[in-house]
């Protein structure tokens, strides 16, 4: 069964401190697909990124960056220099290849940027 | 532009009273899905479509329906409404089962 862990619930930083956000996940395929998104105070869940299982390469995304870990099963996010407007709950999702669209989610994690 | 539309945005009704909550998808997008969400238990799928006249079961279905007569829409249906329902509710759209979930703005539904 596919399940995702983020054990974080809430994280408070100060602007311009680095921050991760730890990701684990759990499934038993071989081919599966990990996405980060951001759910702002408004409410809306932005999509931040999409990453197949066969693909172990870092990504960097301005200030974001993500980190693919199949030896851990983890699928970290690093907000470098934190704005105020980084603040939002982030979800970890996984979605395996099995035909079905069924995208599994972490309990998300809070980040609260202060000034 | 490239979007997934729900309505209501917010909707407080009483335990029983039938509702319908609709959402529309303009990118002909085969898969669709809703989802709760609830604090910390993240967002729960209740129901996905691949396709027209195709749905299947989530994690949570129980208390929901669905129907898929048109590609664009994928109605979630509330047939008798109970409290435990109350809850943010997120309908998504993908071009495949495993492509990126593109979602709606949400409806916060409150049973009384």
Request: with cysteine.
């Amino acid at each position: 069964a596919q399940k995702v862990t983020q054990a974080q619930t809430e994280i408070s930083v100060v602007e311009k401190e680095d921050v991760t956000l730890d990701c684990v996940y759990e499934t038993r395929d071989t081919t599966y697909y990990l996405f980060w998104y951001k759910q702002p105070p408004s409410g809306e869940l932005v999509f931040l990124i999409r990453r197949n299982s066969f693909d172990e390469q870092n990504e960097i995304s301005g200030r974001y960056s993500w980190n693919f870990q199949k030896s851990t099963s983890s699928f970290n996010f690093t907000i470098t220099a934190s704005q105020v407007v980084d603040s939002a709950v982030y979800f970890c999702a996984l979605s395996e290849a099995t035909g079905f669209q069924k995208l599994v989610f972490g309990t998300g994690t809070r980040l609260l940027v202060s000034p | 532009e490239a979007q997934v539309t729900q309505n209501p945005r917010y909707l407080i009704t009483v335990t029983g009273k039938k509702l319908t909550v609709t959402c529309s998808q303009n990118m002909n997008h085969e898969y669709m899905s809703w989802y709760r969400q609830d604090p910390g238990l993240g967002l729960r799928q209740i129901y996905y479509s691949m396709n027209v006249e195709v749905t299947d079961k989530g994690d949570v279905p129980e208390g929901y329906k669905v129907s898929r007569k048109e590609k664009r829409n994928f109605p979630l249906i509330l047939e008798s409404p109970s409290p435990n329902q109350t809850s943010l509710y997120f309908c998504a759209s993908s071009s495949s089962a495993t492509d990126t979930q593109y979602f709606g703005p949400g409806t916060r539904l409150t049973v009384l």
